[in-house]
């Protein structure tokens, strides 16, 4: 992009400011556009106020070239985001017959019908439409006194996708350039790792761009191209791809995807394998995590949540012997934990988890000990791992998860299960 | 309070703008304080930059009261709050001695030291020090030319608890009055149902006052007085609460608690009793809701997640025929699930689940149905609910750990099992 577009984003409600709801909005919209090389310059928060709102644009006019606004554009009285705009930038409201009738309908659809719902169709003269596939409220984009101004309905699930897959295409257009930009997801090997691998090369390059970033449990490498068109852009991306994929090697688990457990199913899915789960110190959230993707149910037949010996005995059949010599928190009752379910519910897999989340310790291991264990037919694999001192509760099972997940992908990809 | 104290609140940190972080900490600032009846007016977001950020306190000088900064305490050179909110305000920075002895002994044990650490120990002269239990960058705050200045640690983890203990005492003691509020947590009845009930006597109320909050699958009530003392305001609130309690009735689960699954521990506690779970659509969400709560091992024995027919009847051991002839999704399967993990893990209680998530249905019942079955010695209750149309999965899921945890709640309280 030749022009640097700075970019202030205004969230309009008082529910924000009463600490009722997260500000994800501005948080979802700056990930899009630092995707694609904008800079966010500003967050603002302000209530349902046309004064204070009025003051905020014009404190935005000042510092940015791109100002976007979410919230606001409902049916009700509060909802003043679009009025304030257009006649901070003197532009007309008008009409829209397109997004007049579509309301008409999905009104009609079962809905009450009250007049003050039209007021949605109001949007300003000359803009560019976004139309609201996921709510009722239109976004739109609009040119004036060489800003750029974008409005987007507040409720996330409408904010997100809608500026996916309008906003974005309509900024992109503004540079006469296109931008692609790939992540390529990674658990095994810290940010801090990466970044060393890495970190000469990325100071060197301008286009394009590569920088990696820490997420809860993993990391991620993102590199970003700019061209002419998308065709472009990608091939200036392809050779940087092949380089970062060598020298990484197999702790990639994927790119352009949010979590190893997408990758795992990807995997199941193409060679037809199924798998059980046997959880302890994860509590469930294995199972859950995997259920949580739509069509979970083809690849996940069902698990044991075993907090206590006798159910790890009742349910997955592990010897009470085991259990008393070697300790619940033990490679040998990993092994017989996955071992136990899989043969239970007749799965190709099985990952069992047993290990101390805190803040209790066995008295044995410090807590963040975990034994990940992937039982396959005739062999099955046990990970010890150490989680690091002072962990949280949530972040040792969330990892331990992962780690279940990644001997999984693992063993599916042909690549050494590495057991620690 | 007697004079209205309105709020900013700037989070510096260019993480933020990024997209990297969500900005939990306005938020949980922002509920704080409404709770003792402190008005945020604006949220604002800025990068590590020190001209953006002097140019924001300016703003904020011109429009607010109390100006609360997050993030930027830290030893590196990004980190310029204290600094630039110094110069701001034309206040020294001074070497706290106290502060100085406890980072040499925490960044001594174990850990190197370096000198840009004591630049943490670097305080506004005559400011309240907030000492960081949670991490090491101390807090403070100051009030200069009739404005309040209050800095806080961006980790969420140290901001929350700090905010909470040491800044929300601080903003006490500056009107002079004691503000105290509790929430009413509420299952089995809407926020807009709530409202109706109690809106005329609401609007009437100055002191104190009463309003209720959605969340994501139930919702509160929260009432908050002011007076002299602490006493006092409970004394004010005492039959006002009462009458609450009277009105409401039995889908009230707690006060002052978070979620459900917290009442349901301290009954389990309080009555020594133990459960466990069979999870199908739930995949295992209620295990891990439960287990998030640290000492949860007490009271759950464990549990299963059954996704399809076949672990149904080898975990829980559900009639095959019974699956057959009434389908995975009905009343009778939740009864047997339930029936099923009880005797298998020997649990004074079960709760199972079985429905429909989405986005597929069973072509039988829409998607949203969900059986959750409650088994107790002699008894078991099945509760039929529909969630809605057009509801996410994830929201589904969520609501159907509520009705299990709320059944768990009304029958060791001694209240009717609601079945529908």
Tied chains: 1, 2.
Excluded at 204 to 226: G, S, V, W
Excluded at 260 to 276: D, I, W
């Amino acid at each position: 992009m030749s022009k640097t577009y700075n970019t202030e984003i205004i969230s309009v409600g008082t529910e924000l400011l009463l600490g009722h709801v997260t500000n994800t909005d501005a948080r979802d919209i700056s990930e899009m556009l630092s995707k694609i090389g904008i800079n966010v310059k500003y967050h603002t928060v302000v209530g349902d106020n046309p004064e204070r709102l009025r003051e905020c644009v014009r404190i935005a006019g000042e510092r940015a070239d791109i100002i976007i606004t979410t919230g606001g554009l409902g049916p009700t009285c509060d909802d003043l985001t679009k009025q304030i705009l257009a006649e901070c930038f003197g532009v007309k409201l008008v009409r829209n017959e397109t997004e007049y009738q579509g309301l008409y309908e999905y009104i009609n659809y079962g809905r009450k019908l009250t007049e003050n719902n039209y007021v949605q169709a109001m949007l300003p003269e000359g803009c560019t439409v976004f139309h609201n596939n996921w709510g009722t409220a239109p976004g739109c984009g609009f040119e004036k006194d060489g800003k750029i101004v974008v409005m987007m309905p507040g409720p996330p699930k409408e904010c997100d996708p809608m500026f996916e897959n309008c906003a974005i295409p309509y900024l992109k257009k503004l540079s006469g350039e296109q931008i692609v930009s790939h992540s390529v997801r990674i658990f095994g090997m810290g940010e801090s790792a990466v970044d060393q691998i890495f970190a000469e090369e990325m100071n060197a390059m301008i286009n394009p761009t590569m920088a990696p970033y820490a997420k809860e449990c993993d990391c991620l490498l993102q590199i970003t191209a700019k061209a002419g068109s998308e065709a472009e852009a990608e091939e200036m991306i392809a050779p940087v791809m092949q380089h970062v994929m060598d020298k990484l090697g197999d702790v990639v688990y994927g790119v352009d995807i949010e979590c190893v457990e997408e990758a795992v199913m990807a995997l199941l899915k193409e060679q037809k394998l199924t798998f059980s789960t046997a959880e302890s110190c994860t509590g469930g959230d294995i199972a859950h995590r995997f259920t949580d993707l739509p069509g979970a149910s083809a690849f996940f037949k069902g698990g044991a949540v075993t907090y206590t010996n006798e159910v790890k005995t009742a349910l997955l059949g592990v010897d009470p012997v085991l259990l008393e010599e070697k300790g619940a928190v033990s490679f040998e009752v990993a092994k017989a934990m996955a071992e136990g379910i899989r043969e239970r519910l007749g799965t190709d897999m099985a990952v069992s988890v047993t290990g101390l989340a805190g803040p209790d310790g066995d008295g044995v291991h410090p807590v963040g000990t975990v034994f990940i264990a992937l039982a396959v037919e005739g062999q099955t694999y046990v990970r010890e791992t150490f989680m690091g001192i002072n962990r949280t509760r949530s972040f040792i099972r969330r990892m331990a998860g992962n780690h279940a997940f990644d001997m999984m992908r693992r063993y599916m990809s042909g690549l050494p299960v590495l057991t620690e």
